[in-house]
């Protein structure tokens, strides 16, 4: 515990002085979350969601529906370059390996990087969107960000199993935003959703988001179950990928 402990502290000074992410932890949220309050109309738009365990149609302004979508969608981002870059210093942990550090301490060093990363994401997004808008059920919209967070971030470390930095930082940049922002944006989606939509990473986290941030009850909460056996696959596949790709094998 104590050279996981080490490891963890290591990684995460290495990652402070990662420029980039530092950046994009500091102006995105507020370059997507506030801006998109500050330039919708206000005006009050259909969204579909769940009333009473039924799929219904409720009024809310729209300046709202863009910020619950937009929140996610910045923190997903970030979480999941994060994974990205955790994945692509995967490579250097075998000197670790020369001090001694078995793979299992390597991994759960590597991965308790990527959480807190991804806590921190999902904190400043959240607060950052708090400053104009605060959800219904804060709970349960805090525990759907950190579970679509956390889904991005290992989503991220599978990338960088197989692109380069430069290829999975404009993938991260795209996907993201046509998972969340196009097709489970209930401003778009006006219908039940086709079968591959419901196999995207955010299809159940945004429906928790959704339904806590613009409903008083949460209708959805079988969905971060879902969301938690979606998360559990995703992981597990990452743990292999940064197995293979450390080279660590004890």
């Known amino acids: 515990m104590t050279r996981t402990l080490t490891a963890l502290g290591i990684g995460l000074r290495e990652q402070v002085r990662n420029r980039v992410l530092v950046a994009l932890l500091v102006v995105l949220p507020f370059a997507f979350i506030t801006l998109a309050f500050a330039v919708t109309q206000d ?10 365990g039924e799929t219904a149609s409720v009024m809310r302004p729209m300046p709202d529906v863009h ?4 929140t996610p969608i910045t923190s ?18 075998g ?9 299992r301490e390597v991994i759960a060093a590597r991965f308790g990087i990527l959480a807190a990363i991804t806590l921190l994401v ?24 950190v579970l679509l967070s956390l889904i991005y971030g290992m989503l991220g470390i599978l990338l960088g199993a197989v692109v380069d930095r430069l290829a999975g ?15 489970q944006d209930p401003l778009f989606v006006q219908s039940e959703p086709d ?5 995207l990473p955010g299809y159940h986290p945004v429906r928790v988001l959704v339904d806590a941030g613009l409903t008083g009850t949460v209708d959805s909460a079988a969905s971060i179950g879902w969301g938690l056996a979606y998360l559990l696959v ?13 080279g660590i094998h004890q």
Do not use: Q
Not at 67 to 70: A, E, F, H, K, S
Not at 76 to 93: E, K
Not at 195 to 199: D, G, H, N, P, Q
Not at 234 to 245: C, I, L, S
């Open 76 to 93: 997903a981002l970030i979480a999941g370059l994060a994974g990205l870059f955790v994945m692509r210093t995967a490579s250097v942990d």
């Open 122 to 145: 999902t904190g400043v997004s959240v607060g950052v969107m708090w400053l104009d808008f605060v959800p219904e059920n804060p709970l349960w919209f805090a525990a759907a960000m």
């Open 169 to 183: 930082l404009w993938i991260m940049l795209i996907v993201p935003m046509l998972d969340i922002g196009l097709f």
């Open 67 to 70: 910020g619950v979508i937009m």
């Open 195 to 199: 079968w591959w939509m419901r196999l």
């Open 234 to 246: 995703v992981t597990v596949a990452a743990v292999v990928a940064f197995y293979r790709v450390s």
């Open 43 to 52: 005006v009050e738009m259909p969204v579909r969601t769940l009333v009473d």
């Open 95 to 103: 000197r670790l390996a020369v001090a001694g550090y078995r793979a």
